[in-house]
């Protein structure tokens, strides 16, 4: 059985900026008042977290659901 590969992420909105571009949010663990955002991995994931560092754009709307997404997984847990 093939192992799935993850990204873990402690930034709120890098992490709203990967799922708004289509990552795919595994989990969210927390620790506390700290949650850790868990993605499935793709090739392209170290380019995307480039591009949020470097004014890289997304859609207003995928953005804001994301967040929404986010905050709902973060404090249903």
Same mark, same amino acid.
């Given at each position: 059985?093939?192992?799935?590969?993850?990204?873990? #992420?402690t930034?709120f909105y890098? #992490?709203?900026?990967?799922?708004a571009?289509?990552l795919? %949010?595994?989990d969210?663990?927390?620790?506390?008042r700290? !949650?850790t955002?868990?993605?499935?991995?793709?090739?392209?994931r170290?380019? %995307?977290?480039?591009g949020f560092y470097?004014?890289?754009?997304?859609?207003?709307n995928a953005?804001k659901? !994301?967040i929404?997404d986010l905050k !709902?997984?973060?404090?249903? %847990?």
């Amino acid at each position: 059985m093939m192992r799935t590969k993850t990204y873990a #992420s402690t930034d709120f909105y890098l #992490s709203a900026y990967l799922k708004a571009k289509g990552l795919k %949010l595994l989990d969210v663990e927390r620790d506390g008042r700290r !949650a850790t955002f868990i993605f499935e991995d793709r090739e392209d994931r170290r380019e %995307l977290i480039k591009g949020f560092y470097n004014d890289g754009t997304v859609q207003i709307n995928a953005f804001k659901n !994301a967040i929404q997404d986010l905050k !709902a997984a973060t404090y249903n %847990l």
